[in-house]
Nanobody, 122 residues
Framework: QVQLVESGGGLVQAGGSLRLSCAAS????????MGWFRQAPGKERELVAA???????????DYADSVKGRFTISRDNAKNTVYLQMNSLKPEDTAVYYC????????????WGQGTQVTVSS
């Protein structure tokens, strides 16, 4: 069982920055694909960014088009933590952000955090 705990959400003005953190339990964290999702009121949940293990210490990051160039996903395997640095925030980034983990060989994300609210004011 993997537990994920997000932190770092809050209220920020448009153009500002926030960094979300997700602390994970589990001894094989380094091999998990970690993703950040978000869900705004009345909208479907969407994948914002993901970081996938390739081999050794090589990871690849993918981003939704809406956040490319503004958001950066990273991870610190020594701390079992994944981050989402969000810059140049826009009101449309307002949503509940969720951290999720996908084990190797799984098609879907297995584990989810409780979510953290991000609100961007105009």
């Amino acid at each position: 069982q993997v537990q994920l705990v997000e932190s770092g959400g809050g209220l920020v003005q448009a153009g500002g920055s926030l960094r979300l953190s997700c602390a994970a339990s589990g001894r094989t964290f380094s091999s998990y694909t970690m993703g950040w999702f978000r869900q705004a009121p009345g909208k479907e949940r969407e994948l914002v960014a993901a970081i996938r293990w390739s081999s050794g210490s090589i990871y690849y990051a993918d981003y939704a088009d809406s956040v490319k160039g503004r958001f950066t996903i990273s991870r610190d395997n020594a701390k079992n933590t994944v981050y989402l640095q969000m810059n140049s925030l826009k009101p449309e980034d307002t949503a509940v952000y969720y951290c999720a983990a996908q084990r190797v060989g799984q098609r879907k994300y297995d584990y989810w955090g409780q979510g953290t609210q991000v609100t961007v004011s105009s």
